[in-house]
């Protein structure tokens, strides 16, 4: 028989418990003005929309997942307010309760945090810990929240000695980035795109460094070269991106952290889960995207190396429909935040 698992997905934009595809749909029309440190800085708001709208789509992609070996019930998520309801909501025969947090959420809880978690696993909740940005290290309750998990998807190699000596020997660990937060092929695939390249990158990543690759590729390509460097994509924008053919996709966020040099953000991903042939640049210290690299998921060139660069735009704009769509099978099967979550949780029997 399948195992029943329910997922309840941890945003600290959401209050109660409540049905996950009732939250998603609803989530654009929040009111972000009382939620925000000052409503009357529209940029502020405006990053709290792309933020509030981002972590909804997490909850849409958990209310999506699937697995042959799983049988997922309606998945809901839950704000601070509504925890101790997911402990004491009633549940269905056979039912797993899994809790899902991510990032440096758990530290909204502050020095409450262990506590909580340490009560939701004696009312059988179990607790995957989905971690970026170098939690183990940089996120202070990380000590408090490690006895309590069953699963913990990390982006740092090698943990932090301290808070690895506090997992449990039955929470399985998988070393692994951030990837997509995409319900897999809902952009169809594009057989006639622009033959044109895409830079997805952020405010956050516009270095000096990044800036003469733009530069470059601009007087190179010209009108066939797009450079997008604002905070992030809408959510509601992202199907629209896949008029171009090729997504040109930062990495090496912090050069200077050892951790997380050899990492990178999740648009090489939003580029393969929508038919972008993705094109990013190595770490100067990092392999994490060389599996790609050799399967021919992904182009890459050697840090700030702009004759490589160019040429491997020139042969991500030259990739026919037949590798295109490998790419776009391959990024929507498995490199997508359900899927992972899902495989995850079948580790943690």
């Given at each position: 028989?399948?195992?029943r ?6 945003n600290t934009w959401a209050?109660g418990?409540e ?8 989530a654009?029309t929040?009111?972000?003005?009382v ?7 529209a940029a502020?708001l405006?990053k ?5 709208d ?5 909850a849409?992609?958990?209310?999506a ?8 019930l ?22 797993e ?13 502050g ?5 909580v ?6 009312a059988g ?23 309590h ?7 740092e190699?090698?943990?932090a000695?301290?808070g ?8 399985a660990?998988?070393?692994r ?15 006639a ?9 952020s ?14 590729l601009k ?5 066939r070269?797009?450079?997008?460097c604002?905070h992030s994509?809408?959510v509601?924008d ?7 053919k090729v ?5 090496g ?6 951790a997380?040099?050899?990492t ?8 393969g ?13 990092g392999?994490?995207l060389?599996?790609?690299?050799e ?13 490589a ?10 990739t026919?429909?037949?590798e295109?769509?490998?790419?776009y099978?391959?990024?929507n099967?498995?490199e ?7 495989n995850a ?5």
């Open positions: 028989m399948k195992r698992v329910r997922i309840c997905y941890f209050r418990l049905d996950a595809v009732v939250y998603a749909a609803r654009p929040l009111d972000l003005a939620l925000v440190s000052d409503p009357r800085d502020l405006r709290a929309r792309l933020d509030c981002w972590y909804a789509e997490n849409r992609c958990f209310a997942m699937s697995h042959a070996e799983i049988e997922f309606p998945a809901w998520v839950v704000g601070q307010a509504g925890l101790l309801e997911l402990a004491k909501a009633p549940r269905e025969p056979g039912e309760r899994w809790l899902v947090t991510m990032g440096h959420q758990p530290q909204a809880l020095a409450l945090a262990g506590r978690f340490a009560l939701l696993a004696q909740v179990r607790h995957l810990f989905y971690a970026f940005d170098e939690a183990s290290r940089a996120m202070p309750c990380f000590l408090e929240i490690a006895p998990l069953d699963v913990l998807i990390h982006d190699a090698p943990l000695a301290e690895a000596a506090l997992l449990r020997t039955e929470c660990t998988l070393h980035s951030w990837v997509a937060n995409v319900v897999p092929f809902a952009t169809p695939f594009n057989e795109p622009e033959e044109k390249i895409l830079f997805l990158g405010q956050l990543g516009l270095t000096p460094h990044r800036q003469r690759q733009i530069d470059f007087r190179k390509f010209k009108d070269f797009i450079a997008s604002d994509v809408a509601s992202r199907a629209a991106l896949n008029r171009c997504g040109l996709c930062p990495e966020r912090k050069f200077t952290t050892p997380m040099a050899a990178h953000t999740d648009r090489p991903f939003w580029s889960c929508l038919g972008l042939v993705p094109v990013s640049e190595d770490s100067r210290s392999g994490r060389q599996e790609l690299h399967a021919k998921l992904i182009l890459r060139y050697p840090h700030g190396d702009l004759a660069l160019a040429e491997q735009c020139e042969r991500a704009l030259e026919p429909n037949l295109r769509r490998k790419i099978h391959h990024f099967q498995n997508n935040v359900g899927s992972v979550v899902a949780i079948i580790l943690a029997q």
